[in-house]
């Protein structure tokens, strides 16, 4: 079964806006990451937040932690017609070797 | 660095046939991955190697077989292909243990239908 779900499944804005997109999960975990996926490409790590941090950011990412509500959200700020892709997030059940990836969020950035 | 690259990226097979998906990585990796992605599905864990030597089922190994030849190369068989095992098939590989809190690195994937 899937540990992530993310939300909403796909999301059109206009370049310069800000996307949003949130990651919910089932149990606990030891950290939580977020993945691109270019259209025909393989997935590409993009920042990992440990169970212990409430907030991150990398760039015009923004990644917060609310491990009460088990949950995560991604903000792209200033988005770029460079960032249509899908977005996943990546979680550990802090038992186990193995990630749970949920469905995506699919992006469009219209220029 | 290519990183990690996998072969082939694209197949086409019939019902019963058998292959091997192929996969490598030159970062010096201790873990590697396979996962299937299907629409709708997200990614799901097919087999994984925590180090040379060892592997272990993920949440949907029937139908699959894997070897870790070495520390660089972890492949993936299809012993006897299903048109249900039509999917995406993408490699990964991570420098640490799990708990490391290191990121995995993708290959490109191969694309396989099975008739």
């Known amino acids: 079964s899937q540990q992530g779900e993310e939300d909403p499944q796909a999301l059109s804005i206009q370049e310069g806006e800000n996307a949003t997109m949130n990651c919910s999960y089932k149990?606990?975990?030891?950290?939580l990451q977020w993945y691109r996926q270019n259209s025909g490409r393989g997935l590409v790590h993009l920042i990992l937040i440990r169970s212990n941090e409430r907030e991150k950011h990398s760039g015009r990412l923004r990644v917060t932690l609310d491990t009460s509500k088990k949950s995560s959200s991604l903000l792209i700020t200033a988005s770029r017609a460079a960032d249509t892709a899908s977005y996943f997030c990546?979680?550990?059940?802090?038992?186990?070797?193995?990630?749970?990836f949920g469905t995506g969020t699919s992006l469009t950035v219209i220029p | 660095n290519a990183g990690v690259t996998q072969t082939p990226k694209f197949q086409v097979l019939k019902t019963g046939q058998s292959m091997t998906l192929q996969c490598a990585q030159d970062m010096n990796h201790n873990s590697m991955y396979w996962y299937r992605q299907d629409p709708g599905m997200g990614l799901r864990l097919i087999y994984y190697s925590a180090s040379e030597g060892t592997t272990d089922k993920g949440e949907v190994p029937n139908g699959y077989n894997v070897s870790r030849l070495n520390k660089r190369e972890f492949s993936l068989r299809l012993e006897s292909a299903a048109p249900s095992q039509t999917s995406v098939y993408f490699c990964a590989s991570m420098r640490g243990h799990f708990y490391s809190n290191q990121p995995q690195h993708f290959g490109d994937g191969t694309r396989l239908s099975i008739l």
């Open positions: 990546a979680t550990d059940r802090n038992t186990g070797n193995q990630f749970y």
């Open positions: 149990t606990s975990i030891n950290n």
